[in-house]
């Protein structure tokens, strides 16, 4: 990827599976991607709307969300597709 492309990951601080999402995405943060972490208790809309379904990565330049579980495969499927849509 060569251009930069920001991520916003939603969890909390107690999620081991918000700990492995984050660890998935560090290999990508070299290629142009920033991983922005979220912590959904800090807002009560934040936590309304993901608390059910976190970790959730969101594509800051589409809105589009991808919900756990995913593996890197899917992950780099999800990047690739410029809507960001998940397939």
Do not use: K
């Amino acid at each position: 990827m060569t251009a930069s492309l920001t991520l916003t990951l939603f969890g909390t601080t107690a999620c081991h599976l918000c700990e492995e999402c984050l660890h998935l995405t560090r290999p990508l943060e070299g290629n142009g991607v920033v991983v922005r972490q979220v912590d959904i208790v800090d807002s009560p809309e934040l936590l309304e709307r993901y608390q059910l379904r976190i970790p959730v990565l969101r594509r800051d330049d589409t809105g589009a969300e991808l919900d756990w579980p995913f593996d890197l495969g899917q992950l780099l499927d999800w990047l690739a597709d410029a809507t960001g849509e998940e397939s």
